[in-house]
């Protein structure tokens, strides 16, 4: 019994971590799917074109000191920060809207 009812709040904990979009304009669930597919591969690339992804050793600070972790956390955070950004606004451009 505790494994099933830690799995079901596991899995409910997961859903709620996806980001789901929706289009009002479009009312045909399987077209609204085709389209949400085509519309994060279009904003994933214009994402990648505007933003560069950080590799491993730019996001991992040599610094060992406090100030050297925290500025490397701040500069990590941003970095996401922006992608997250840009992505978002090309989805919201396309019609889509967080429920």
Known sequence: MKRLSALAAAAMLLAGCAPQWVNPQLTDPEKAK???SSDVAYCRQLEN???G???AQER???D???VGQMSNYYHNYMADKTREDVFGRCMQGRGWRHP
């Open 53 to 55: 992804r950080l590799d």
């Open 64 to 66: 060992p000191t406090a």
């Open 34 to 36: 085709g389209r949400l």
């Open 49 to 51: 074109m505007t933003q």
């Open 60 to 62: 991992i600070s040599f």
